[in-house]
């Protein structure tokens, strides 16, 4: 008797048994999150295969056997499910198709339906092996790519760690120089005035005093600088937008900055003539930088002036520009200068200062946050011109996003 037409006929049946008995099971529990053709995939084909063996009169279609598994191993490799979900899922369908062919089994001698138990039995069974295969060969070549992955993030981890090793010992390195030198010289005030009460208001105690004011404002720098890179880049920095009147701005810096400038005979120049009168901007960020470039500028300039021009570049941009006649910084050098912690190398153009490497990166954070955009022109030995473009009302929906 040939079973494999039976089999045929009821296979449509026999698969939505199976989808059925396979979402119900609760030890297959992926399948609670796939739609019927998901869970179905390529059983109609394993059944079509399963046909052909079964005939007497029809040439055994292994090679579709195989396939069928080969994919249906596959897909739940793709799908996620575990070895032993896959296992009870061709356990419910043996059963299945025993419990639909049974009527027709009774029906045939008893050798043809050894025959037949014994070809549905091992054609499952091969099916098992090749689905088994595919899904080990799916899941060895999803653990390659996830080892790709994991290699390329731990190399991106292990550059980001080094990176933030190198910039936590420059940082110490900073601070270990202003620390030792407050330590030092009130080490020494603090013996002199134990010893000799006389000395008490002596020009030298007033020097040491002086020191310890200066390395204390410079570590006080260093600190903050160092906190206002680490809230840009955590996404903690928030803006608070308002009218701004540019002038007051700009002239509140000059005073700010100008005791700097005097002291190295620096000349102080600020052209605000065709500055936009107000604009919308945070304008304490604002006074930041423009605070940290005329500072860097002053740093970095012996001789000669320093110049703020600002501008309406038009209704919806403003500008500007802080020009100095110092140092310059080299076209290799300038790709870097607002990278944290960077510093040009001391040269006999620009000797070794004693700046945090923060300024400007601070300032190309704020600007980005202030949603502008900063250019760079200079030449070494001729001086350097910094220019900030800002809108003139930053758009609301990307502040929101810098917050």
Same mark, same amino acid.
């Given at each position: 008797?040939?079973?494999?037409?039976?089999?045929?006929?009821?296979?449509? !049946?026999?698969?939505?048994?199976?989808?059925?008995?396979?979402?119900?099971?609760?030890?297959?529990?992926?399948?609670?999150?796939?739609?019927?053709?998901?869970?179905? $995939?390529?059983?109609?084909?394993?059944? @079509?295969?399963?046909?052909?063996?079964?005939?007497?009169? +029809?040439? $055994?279609?292994?090679?579709?056997?195989?396939?069928?598994?080969?994919?249906?191993?596959?897909?739940?490799?793709?799908?996620?499910?575990?070895?032993? &979900?896959?296992?009870?899922?061709?356990?419910?369908?043996?059963?299945?198709?025993?419990?639909?062919? &049974?009527?027709?089994?009774?029906?045939?001698?008893?050798?043809?339906?050894?025959?037949?138990?014994?070809?549905?039995?091992?054609? #499952?069974?091969?099916?098992?092996?090749?689905?088994?295969?595919?899904? %080990?060969?799916?899941?060895?070549?999803?653990?390659?790519?996830?080892?790709?992955?994991?290699?390329?993030?731990?190399?991106?981890? %292990?550059?980001?760690? /080094? *990176?933030?090793?190198?910039?936590?010992?420059?940082?110490?390195?900073?601070?270990? +120089?202003?620390?030792?030198?407050?330590?030092? !010289? %009130?080490?020494?005030?603090?013996?002199?005035?134990?010893?000799?009460?006389?000395?008490?208001?002596?020009?030298? $105690?007033?020097?040491?005093?002086?020191?310890?004011?200066?390395?204390? /404002?410079?570590?006080?720098?260093?600190?903050?600088?160092?906190?206002?890179?680490?809230?840009?880049?955590?996404?903690?920095?928030?803006?608070?937008?308002?009218?701004?009147?540019?002038?007051?701005?700009? $002239?509140?810096?000059?005073?700010?900055?100008?005791?700097?400038?005097? @002291?190295?005979?620096?000349?102080?120049?600020?052209?605000?003539?065709?500055?936009?009168?107000?604009? +919308?901007?945070?304008?304490?960020?604002?006074?930041?930088?423009? +605070?940290?470039?005329?500072?860097?500028?002053?740093?970095? =300039?012996? %001789?000669?002036?320093?110049?703020?021009?600002?501008? *309406?570049?038009?209704?919806?941009?403003?500008?500007?520009?802080?020009?100095?006649?110092?140092?310059?910084?080299?076209?290799?050098?300038?790709?870097? #200068?607002?990278?944290?912690?960077?510093?040009?190398?001391?040269?006999?153009?620009?000797?070794?200062?004693?700046? =945090?490497?923060?300024?400007?990166?601070?300032?190309?954070?704020?600007?980005?946050?202030?949603?502008?955009?900063?250019?760079?022109?200079?030449?070494?030995?001729?001086?350097?011109?910094?220019?900030?473009?800002?809108?003139?009302?930053?758009?609301?929906?990307?502040?929101?996003?810098?917050?």
């Amino acid at each position: 008797m040939d079973f494999s037409q039976a089999l045929l006929e009821k296979s449509d !049946y026999i698969v939505e048994s199976w989808v059925s008995a396979v979402r119900q099971d609760e030890q297959i529990s992926v399948t609670q999150e796939l739609t019927y053709t998901a869970i179905r $995939n390529s059983l109609p084909d394993v059944l @079509s295969a399963l046909g052909t063996v079964l005939s007497k009169s +029809t040439d $055994n279609d292994l090679h579709s056997l195989v396939e069928a598994s080969l994919k249906h191993g596959q897909i739940r490799a793709e799908q996620g499910f575990e070895p032993a &979900e896959i296992a009870r899922e061709y356990r419910l369908l043996r059963s299945i198709i025993f419990s639909e062919l &049974e009527p027709d089994l009774l029906r045939g001698s008893p050798a043809d339906m050894l025959r037949a138990v014994r070809l549905i039995d091992t054609v #499952i069974d091969e099916a098992i092996a090749r689905c088994f295969h595919s899904y %080990t060969d799916g899941r060895m070549e999803e653990l390659k790519q996830l080892q790709g992955q994991l290699n390329l993030t731990n190399q991106e981890l %292990t550059r980001l760690v /080094r *990176a933030s090793k190198e910039n936590l010992s420059h940082l110490a390195h900073e601070l270990k +120089t202003p620390l030792t030198s407050i330590i030092g !010289y %009130t080490d020494l005030f603090l013996r002199q005035q134990r010893k000799q009460s006389d000395l008490r208001d002596t020009f030298p $105690n007033l020097e040491s005093i002086e020191r310890v004011l200066q390395s204390g /404002r410079l570590l006080l720098r260093l600190i903050n600088d160092a906190l206002e890179i680490s809230r840009y880049d955590a996404g903690k920095m928030s803006l608070q937008l308002m009218p701004t009147h540019v002038p007051e701005v700009l $002239n509140g810096v000059m005073t700010m900055v100008e005791p700097l400038a005097r @002291s190295k005979d620096l000349a102080l120049i600020l052209r605000c003539d065709r500055a936009p009168a107000s604009v +919308t901007t945070d304008p304490l960020r604002l006074q930041q930088v423009i +605070t940290n470039l005329l500072s860097n500028a002053i740093r970095y =300039t012996e %001789t000669g002036s320093i110049s703020l021009e600002c501008y *309406a570049l038009s209704e919806e941009q403003w500008a500007i520009t802080i020009t100095d006649s110092g140092v310059g910084i080299s076209q290799e050098d300038q790709s870097h #200068i607002f990278e944290p912690y960077f510093r040009a190398p001391a040269s006999e153009l620009a000797p070794s200062q004693d700046g =945090t490497g923060l300024g400007l990166s601070i300032v190309s954070r704020l600007t980005k946050l202030l949603q502008g955009e900063i250019k760079l022109e200079s030449s070494p030995g001729v001086g350097s011109a910094f220019t900030v473009v800002l809108p003139t009302v930053p758009q609301p929906a990307a502040v929101q996003v810098a917050q």
